[in-house]
């Protein structure tokens, strides 16, 4: 009986000092600051980092030896459209895959308007990865306005700031715009500055998907700056770029415009996805002013010859404007008229259809889709030597501006699946445009900083347990244009809120993400 008993009180004294659920050891830590790596254990316990150094093994419920590979804050996505997949694939597996725990939605101005309600069946279904959202301009005026190229009335702007106010109040992170988007397109600043205050008062930040990433790209930069400027509000420019040859080069202007907001005392950020090829929507080609009043009003346009040939006329101007011969540039990523040309150019597609080879007859081709219901689309507008130098601002985070992907559909952009990867394969590892400890800072802290998200991004104690653990001889991504549907090579261990989510390339299952509510909620300024 004396021995039963010793024996209970070993295993009860045993299970007592393993005060640790999980217990990182022997890795090279780079903490999310931007300092030199150094090596040591990483505890975890209910979901926080509850110790760094050396731990000794006994002291943890499971131990994991992740010699010679790099322990880091799980990486921040500020710049994502989950909606729509969200709760149909709440793994997240693209972006699990490359290394991200954290996601911010509701950009280029389109997002739920009824925040809590959109966080309640987040809570409700439990997604892998954390997430954040913003409240989406072009969905604001939608509800508002419907889709008419007009000036809001009084009433209608109080009406939208309105919304915004509800939406910051219900956990949003701040306002985003899509200026190049029906209906944001058609307001003008005022209308955005009035909504860029409503935000402000209840500390959000400004996210702008610019009205200009080409020929008129210094003013649109302009124009973000100065909304942050009268409104007293953050700003983020998202995917920040400068497109098509006649621009090229020009990012030595547009980063110093950044950079003198800086230094006038206004909070500028950017951020960037690392290839040369964007992704949107196939009616970006045609002119602003077709979409006016909704799809009933685009088809009667589309469908009345002079007023289809004036549209056509537009195309091809802009196409020579910017020094494009055809629409060769433009790939399908997704058309759901016809699956089979997904992956296409519109001049294959052109070729296809067995029409003239001539920019007139693309540009027709491209009407006809847009009145079968459209199509996403890959363009490739950007230079390298840009990309790297954008790269290189210490200011610049790293962000996919992609949605879940459900694997093996369509032939979305590489960003879904590879971004982080990317920059830490390609371009710090192979081409040194940085070093490992800055990009990690960019895919971290810096993010968690701007969005004030204020336990993530570091390996400190306290701090929520979103780890990141790769082999950084072998990071990298695998998804091409081509071949999309990979995901990234390299890491071992990916875990939310404490909890394992992948483990040596393969997803657990495991759905341990959190909503992260904006620091004016209602709900955190209860707390």
Not at 24 to 31: E, F, S, T, Y
């Amino acid at each position: 009986m004396r021995i039963l008993f010793i024996v209970i009180f070993l295993l009860a004294f045993q299970v007592q000092a393993q005060q640790y659920d999980l217990l990182l050891i022997n890795g090279k830590i780079v903490d999310g600051t931007g300092n030199p790596w150094y090596y040591g254990d990483v505890a975890v316990k209910d979901g926080k980092i509850a110790a760094i150094g050396k731990i000794a093994a006994t002291e943890a419920l499971k131990v994991v030896d992740v010699k010679g590979l790099i322990v880091a804050p799980g990486f921040i996505d500020v710049h994502t459209h989950i909606e729509g997949n969200d709760l149909k694939i709440p793994t997240a597996g693209n972006f699990i895959h490359d290394g991200v725990t954290s996601v911010v939605t509701g950009n280029c101005g389109s997002s739920n308007t009824d925040i809590a309600r959109y966080f309640y069946r987040l809570d409700s279904v439990k997604m892998s990865v954390n997430i954040a959202t913003l409240v989406g301009h072009n969905s604001v005026r939608r509800a508002v306005m419907g889709e008419g190229q007009r000036d809001p009335t009084a009433e209608e702007q109080k009406q939208m700031e309105d919304l915004v106010e509800e939406a910051m109040m219900q956990g949003a992170v701040g306002l985003s715009t899509g200026l190049i988007y029906v209906p944001g397109t058609y307001s003008k600043t005022p209308e955005v500055i009035g909504l860029a205050q409503a935000a402000s008062r209840h500390q959000g930040i400004y996210a702008s998907h610019i009205r200009d990433e080409g020929d008129h790209v210094t003013e649109a930069i302009e124009e973000a700056i100065n909304i942050g400027r009268v409104a007293s509000i953050p700003v983020e420019i998202s995917h920040f770029k400068v497109t098509y040859k006649p621009n090229w080069g020009r990012s030595v202007s547009t980063l110093a415009q950044v950079e003198k907001a800086r230094l006038e005392g206004i909070d500028v950020t950017i951020d960037q996805y690392p290839y040369v090829a964007s992704s949107t929507s196939l009616n970006t080609t045609l002119p602003s002013w077709v979409f006016s009043g909704g799809r009933d009003s685009v088809l009667f346009r589309l469908r009345d010859k002079s007023i289809r040939n004036t549209i056509k006329d537009e195309m091809l101007a802009t196409l020579k404007r910017k020094q494009l011969k055809n629409y060769s540039y433009a790939l399908v990523a997704r058309y759901g008229a016809d699956t089979t040309l997904n992956g296409k150019s519109i001049t294959e597609i052109n070729a296809i259809k067995e029409r003239k080879k001539k920019a007139a007859a693309e540009a027709e081709t491209i009407l006809d889709m847009v009145e079968n219901g459209g199509a996403q689309m890959v363009f490739f507008s950007m230079n390298e030597d840009d990309l790297r130098r954008i790269m290189q601002y210490p200011y610049n985070m790293f962000a996919s501006d992609a949605g879940i992907a459900r694997y093996g559909s369509g032939v979305p952009h590489p960003r879904s699946y590879g971004t982080n990867a990317r920059v830490l394969g390609q371009y710090v590892r192979t081409l040194k445009v940085i070093r490992l400890e800055e990009a990690i800072r960019r895919m971290t802290s810096l993010p968690a900083q701007k969005f004030q998200l204020r336990d993530r991004g570091l390996i400190r104690k306290g701090m929520a347990a979103d780890i990141v653990v790769f082999d950084e001889a072998r990071v990298g991504d695998q998804s091409t244009f081509s071949s999309p549907h990979a995901y990234s090579s390299g890491f071992q261990y990916i875990i939310v809120n404490g909890a394992i989510t992948a483990e040596g390339g393969t997803h657990t299952g495991v759905r341990n993400g959190v909503v992260l509510r904006g620091a004016g909620s209602r709900d955190v300024l209860a707390e």
